[in-house]
């Protein structure tokens, strides 16, 4: 009797744990897609496409390639999760998710046309 409520325990906790490890992979697009591997944006980009969101600037044609390379999902995934912050929380999620869109369209433009060579 007592062993085999040992038995339920362990396998209600085995199968909590399997699908909320399936869950987190599920939601959470930065893992999956690995955006934040070091080789897809430099410090120095992550930070102007931030500021340029998240306060005021504009994102270099260097650093346009870096996002467009590194691909919208991300882009998304990281404003979002950036959202989520607690320093954030004054933010008015529309102004940001606008801001980020206009910021994607405009380096996917930059992407496309031809860049000139030093
Ligand atoms: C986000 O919130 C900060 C602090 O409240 C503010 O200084 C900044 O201008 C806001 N950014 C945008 C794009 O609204």
Same mark, same amino acid.
């Not at 062993?3 to 599920?26: H, K, P, R, T």
């Given at each position: 009797?007592?062993?085999? +409520?040992?038995?339920?325990?362990?396998?209600? @906790?085995?199968?909590? =744990? $399997? *699908?909320?490890? &399936?869950? =987190? /992979?599920? &939601?959470?697009?930065?893992? &999956? #897609?690995?955006?934040?591997?070091?080789?897809?944006?430099?410090?120095? !980009? $992550? #930070?102007?496409?931030?500021?340029?969101? %998240?306060?005021?600037?504009?994102?270099?044609?260097? !650093?346009?390639? /870096?996002?467009? +390379?590194?691909?919208?999902?991300?882009?998304?995934?990281? &404003?979002?999760?950036? @959202?989520?912050?607690?320093? %954030?929380? +004054?933010?008015?999620?529309?102004?940001? %998710?606008?801001?980020?869109? /206009?910021?994607? #369209?405009?380096? *996917?433009?930059?992407?496309?046309?031809?860049?000139?060579?030093?």
């Amino acid at each position: 009797m007592a062993s085999s +409520n040992v038995y339920a325990v362990v396998g209600v @906790l085995a199968i909590m =744990a $399997i *699908s909320g490890a &399936v869950m =987190a /992979q599920d &939601v959470d697009p930065i893992k &999956v #897609n690995n955006c934040e591997s070091k080789s897809k944006m430099t410090w120095h !980009c $992550i #930070n102007e496409v931030f500021a340029s969101i %998240f306060k005021t600037g504009t994102v270099s044609d260097e !650093c346009c390639h /870096q996002l467009v +390379n590194l691909g919208q999902i991300c882009h998304e995934a990281l &404003v979002k999760r950036t @959202l989520q912050n607690p320093l %954030f929380k +004054n933010n008015d999620t529309s102004v940001i %998710f606008a801001k980020s869109a /206009q910021i994607w #369209n405009k380096c *996917s433009l930059v992407d496309v046309s031809p860049s000139p060579s030093p």
